[in-house]
């Protein structure tokens, strides 16, 4: 997406709601491995707009001492395009949305690498990746993350209405899953024979 059609999608959503981001991106390879298209598809349940320092879980630990009084700011010379959830990095001019984990403990991030379009577990292809693919990142209730807006392909709100809110979750992650059902995939184990040849 670009930078319109992220802040459009932003516009619609209330700050601090539960959305659905799915994103893809090169995985981190071994150098072995650098000319394979091994591609990482993320599809997880985040919140965007939402100011950190507005957080209880933050203000708590500033008054306790665990955090420094005052925000030191954003890393390096990263500046916000659009507070809070518009991040510039100017030594590359590459815009990233800034999220936070959703509220909901139980919806976990589905992760699926692929070569090419074929679709590969994570363990058969293990031993191309770096050790930050393999290992799983915690975020904890007020931790940001960012993603290079170029590598998001969709963003949707989830609407719980009188629904319990994990189902209609649930729900949209299971619409928008486009892995293996809108691909035509190849023999998985045909691809890793040739690959490890």
Not at 163 to 186: C, D, H, L, P, Y
Request: charged content about 20%.
């Amino acid at each position: 997406m670009n930078q319109q059609e992220i802040q459009q999608a932003i516009e619609t959503v209330q700050a601090g709601s539960n959305i659905v981001v799915q994103w893809s991106r090169p995985a981190k390879t071994r150098k072995a491995f650098n000319n394979l298209p091994v591609i990482k598809d993320v599809q997880m349940v985040a919140r965007i707009g939402i100011n950190y320092d507005n957080q209880n879980n933050v203000q708590e630990k500033r008054a306790s001492g665990e955090l420094p009084v005052e925000n030191q700011g954003l890393q390096g010379e990263q500046y916000y395009v659009a507070f809070p959830y518009l991040i510039c990095n100017p030594k590359n001019e590459k815009l990233f949305l800034r999220m936070y984990p959703a509220t909901l403990k139980n919806m976990k991030a589905k992760t699926q690498f692929r070569i090419g379009n074929i679709p590969v577990k994570k363990e058969d292809i293990s031993h191309m990746l770096l050790a930050s693919e393999t290992t799983s990142s915690s975020h904890t209730e007020n931790m940001a993350f960012q993603v290079n807006i170029v590598n998001i392909k969709q963003i949707h709100e989830v609407k719980a209405d009188s629904k319990n809110v994990a189902e209609t979750i649930q729900e949209t992650i299971n619409m928008t899953t486009k892995f293996a059902e809108e691909n035509e995939f190849g023999d998985v184990e045909q691809a890793l024979q040739t690959i490890n040849a």
